[in-house]
């Protein structure tokens, strides 16, 4: 099925860093969503961003929505152990409110 | 709480049988919609639910059947089951638009 390329597929980082990942897709989309899953749980929604250029916090988190609305990128600043799980992209096209998910990126930190 | 249930959380079953996985949609949803997660993979669309209508179809085996009852609640029917069927099954719903989906906490399959 189609899915949204996101990189990096795996980090592993120290507490205290600075983590960024992004998410790209050949299509455009409408709003753009980032997921976090922690290990043996469904995946919970982070932040949403509804407007091309849109640049928004949820704490520690930063995620915006690309001027091309065909990428977004979301940073977790100062990272700690509980950050630790896959982080999902979803997008919605134009139209519809089928969630398009992207590959995952999977976030181990170390104290 | 999510506020979307799922039952059971772990199955145990073994190659060639049936199983049902239950879903009940958060309070005002319409829209049900399942997910297959295996080992270290994405999240694969299955199929879509709306009001009790089948709205959208992703990559489901002819095996697996769903369907949405009158009271909104979903159940996923798996049948003759194979080895490469287990994997964490996910439940999500949503009211439409575009505030993304609300997901259950899943159901671990285990195919033996």
């Known amino acids: 099925g189609q899915q949204l390329n996101q990189s990096p597929q795996s980090m592993f980082i120290q507490e205290g860093e600075d983590v960024s990942m992004n998410c790209t897709s050949s299509?455009?989309?409408?709003?753009w969503l980032w997921y976090k899953q922690d290990p043996g749980e469904g995946p919970v929604l982070l932040i949403a961003l509804y407007k091309a250029g849109e640049l928004t916090s949820n704490g520690r988190l930063t995620a915006q929505f690309g001027i091309t609305r065909k990428d977004s990128f979301l940073n977790i600043s100062a990272s700690i152990p509980s950050d630790v799980g896959i982080y999902f992209c979803?997008?919605?096209?134009?139209?519809?409110?089928?969630?398009?998910f992207g590959t995952g990126t999977r976030l181990q930190v170390f104290p | 709480d999510s506020g979307v249930t799922q039952t059971p959380k772990h199955l145990i079953t073994a190659t060639g049988q049936r199983v049902t996985l239950r879903c009940s949609p958060r309070?005002?949803?319409?829209?049900v919609y399942w997910y297959q997660q295996s080992l270290d993979q994405g999240l694969q669309f299955l199929i879509q639910?709306?009001?009790?209508?089948?709205?959208a179809k992703g990559n489901i085996l002819e095996r697996f059947s769903a369907q949405q009852f009158p009271d909104l609640h979903s159940e996923l029917n798996l049948s003759s089951l194979e080895l490469g069927d287990s994997a964490l099954y996910f439940c999500a719903s949503s009211a439409g638009g575009l505030d993304g989906y609300t997901f259950g906490s899943g159901t671990r399959l285990t195919v033996v």
């Open positions: 639910y709306y009001n009790g209508e089948e709205r």
């Open positions: 979803a997008g919605i096209s134009y139209n519809t409110d089928k969630l398009i």
């Open positions: 299509s455009i989309f409408n709003t």
């Open positions: 309070s005002g949803d319409l829209s």
